[in-house]
């Protein structure tokens, strides 16, 4: 399945009424603007902006202009983050053969503007953790994990069972060096 399908599987957060673009389009726009250096609604809408017609006409698609900064965040903000990690985690396992001796590195990032309980000395906030093939430069795995109910060592735990590797080098922080484990 290539990358267009696997982003058609993706459920549709949006009102069947007034969806002017189909997501797997606005996916698609946000994965290609990401991988050009464009962090951000405005910054995906000015990547949109610049090469909807290449793209267009690369996909055949018929003219319905380019989507803008406030399509993107209502997009972006309704989707379902663990859908869209499935179906990425399902086509990344195809697509990206992992061999043994591969070099994998495994990092959690937390995501900007999602903290909540700032005000309290213990703050919740979305985290993201990746595995990374370095060799090919191409994320294989991912996961999202608030920190109030879970930990990154427990999630890394989890996706390398999920993932069954055998033979393969892992780089991963520090915090992977404790003696007993986290819940």
Not at 73 to 101: C, H, S, T
Not at 126 to 148: A, C, D, M, P, Y
Not at 149 to 166: C, P
Request: hydrophobic letters at 40%; a neutral charge.
């Amino acid at each position: 399945m290539n990358l267009i399908e696997t982003l058609s599987s993706v459920p549709d957060p949006r009102a069947k009424r007034g969806r002017r673009y189909p997501l797997w389009f606005l996916l698609l726009l946000v994965i290609m603007g990401t991988l050009s250096g464009c962090l951000g609604y405005a910054a995906w809408e000015e990547f949109a902006r610049r090469h909807y017609k290449a793209v267009s006409e690369q996909l055949q698609l018929p003219e319905w202009g380019f989507p803008s900064d406030s399509t993107f965040r209502r997009v972006m903000m309704g989707i379902d983050f663990d859908q869209l990690a499935k179906v990425f985690n399902q086509w990344a396992i195809n697509y990206v053969p992992l061999e043994e001796l591969q070099w994998l590195a495994i990092d959690g990032k937390s995501i900007k503007s999602t903290v909540t309980n700032y005000q309290h000395s213990y703050q919740n906030f979305v985290n993201i953790v990746s595995v990374f093939s370095v060799r090919q430069g191409l994320t294989v795995h991912l996961s999202q994990f608030e920190n109030k109910h879970n930990s990154e060592i427990a999630v890394v735990q989890a996706m390398l069972e999920a993932l069954d590797l055998q033979g393969v080098l892992l780089t991963l922080d520090s915090l992977h060096c404790q003696k007993k484990p986290s819940n």
